[in-house]
């Protein structure tokens, strides 16, 4: 596994990235400090197979009720009144159990 400090990856981004394609991962650091770690996007799985690692690692949960697609785009037309706040908009979708 290869280490870089945020200002090297800054500076040799484009190797970094080679690296990473190449299969090596890269771990992060900020002063001294793992932050965050580059890996390669494996393409052999399918988008369900990858979902559900997700959900078996606690990174995403699934829906609580499915949804339709007529239904999906019906909420997203329908955009809160100009004069409705975000606390109150918040409070309406917890009512609804959303």
């Not at 484009?14 to 771990?27: C, E, M, N, Q």
């Not at 390669?40 to 949960?61: F, M, N, P, W, Y």
């Not at 329908?78 to 409705?84: F, H, I, S, V």
């Amino acid at each position: 596994m290869n280490k870089a400090t945020v200002s090297s990856l800054k500076n040799n981004l484009s190797a970094y990235l080679r690296k990473v394609r190449a299969g090596h991962p890269v771990v992060i650091y900020d002063r001294d400090v793992p932050i965050a770690r580059i890996e390669r996007i494996e393409s052999t799985g399918s988008s369900a197979d990858r979902l559900a690692q997700l959900h078996a690692r606690g990174i995403v949960k699934p829906p609580m009720r499915p949804i339709s697609a007529a239904q999906l785009k019906a909420a997203l037309a329908d955009p809160l009144p100009r004069k409705t706040s975000l606390s109150a908009a918040l409070q309406a979708d917890r009512d609804d159990g959303r």
